[in-house]
């Protein structure tokens, strides 16, 4: 079964809008993935954050991990059209080092 | 920067031939995962190795094998293919085995007809 389940399944904003998407798992982990996906494309890595850190950033992109509530949210800032794809979550439970298990995504579509 | 290579990009197969998916690692990674991403889901591990022994292993059907040579390559092999096992294959890679960036490569599209 999924770790990882996100949510919305599906978002639509213009460019130049914040994105914002969430992530639960079911289990305590050691670190959170969050990858970007063109379609039918490969995953490209996006941000790592560990179970220990709360918040990341890179450029555009914000992570957030609630340990506690077993959730992540990726932001991403004044979106642009090549922001379009879908983004997954994926994480390792606390005894399955490095088997991370994707949630089903959420695939952002950001109109010109 | 070298990204993680997977050879074919493509692959038509027929019900019950066999396959070997091939992967490429990005320099001094040590570690490879395999996954498998069927149409409209989301990735499935499959296994990993870490210094050419496996590290874990996931929802891999029997029919499927797989090792990590010397130079950290590594070959995933399928025999008596189904039509189920039509899907995107992606290697990744990541410089050790825990707390790590999982890099993956481009994917080998598998058709089986």
């Known amino acids: 079964s999924q770790q990882g389940e996100e949510d919305p399944q599906a978002l639509s904003i213009q460019e130049g809008e914040n994105a914002t998407m969430n992530c639960s798992y079911k289990?305590?982990?050691?670190?959170l993935q969050w990858y970007r996906q063109n379609s039918g494309r490969g995953l490209v890595h996006l941000i790592l954050?560990?179970?220990?850190?709360r918040e990341k950033h890179s450029g555009r992109l914000r992570v957030t991990l609630d340990t506690s509530k077993k959730s992540s949210s990726l932001l991403i800032t004044a979106s642009r059209a090549a922001d379009t794809a879908s983004y997954f979550c994926?994480?390792?439970?606390?005894?399955?080092?490095?088997?991370?298990?994707f949630g089903a995504g959420t695939q952002v579509v950001v109109t010109p | 920067a070298a990204g993680v290579i997977q050879s074919p990009r493509h692959l038509i197969k027929e019900k019950r031939e066999t396959a070997t998916l091939k992967c490429y690692p990005i320099?001094?990674?040590?570690?490879v995962y395999w996954y498998q991403q069927g149409p409209g889901q989301d990735p499935q591990f499959l296994i990993s190795?870490?210094?050419?022994?496996?590290?874990d292993k996931g929802s891999i059907p029997d029919r499927f094998s797989a090792q990590q040579f010397s130079d950290y390559h590594s070959e995933l092999n399928m025999s008596s293919l189904e039509l189920g096992d039509s899907a995107l294959y992606f290697c990744?890679?990541?410089?050790?085995?825990?707390?790590?960036?999982?890099?993956f490569g481009p994917g080998t599209r598998l058709t089986v007809t």
């Open positions: 990744a890679s990541s410089p050790g085995q825990f707390g790590y960036e999982q890099y």
């Open positions: 289990t305590s982990i050691n670190n």
């Open positions: 954050i560990r179970s220990n850190e």
């Open positions: 994926a994480t390792d439970a606390a005894d399955s080092w490095g088997k991370f298990q």
């Open positions: 320099p001094r990674h040590d570690t």
């Open positions: 190795f870490y210094e050419k022994m496996q590290s």
